[in-house]
């Protein structure tokens, strides 16, 4: 196994326990709420922190690598695009 593919792991752990903190924050009282939320606070650090390793480290293929500023995301990510550009 690659560290690459340890990366990977580790963001989708974080990201489904994002998930589930969630889920239970929908139904719980305001002070536990409060206590999720801060969860989910050091989860997302966390899960920006493996995604930074993965993209930085791995065979990250960016969405749209024939974009020369990379800012944004190819024509397909925008099913609306052809309708701006006739206005």
């Not at 989910?40 to 993965?54: D, V």
Request: with cysteine; proline share 10%; aromatic share 10%.
């Amino acid at each position: 196994m690659t560290y690459n593919n340890l990366f990977e792991k580790a963001l989708e752990h974080d990201l489904e326990e994002i998930q589930l903190l969630a889920r239970a924050a929908r139904t719980a009282p305001p002070p536990v709420r409060q206590a999720l939320l801060g969860m989910i606070k050091e989860e997302a650090q966390g899960a920006k922190f493996w995604n930074t390793l993965y993209s930085c480290c791995g065979d990250y293929t960016p969405p749209c690598p024939e974009e020369p500023d990379r800012k944004r995301p190819c024509g397909d990510y925008y099913p609306y695009q052809e309708d701006l550009k006739k206005e």
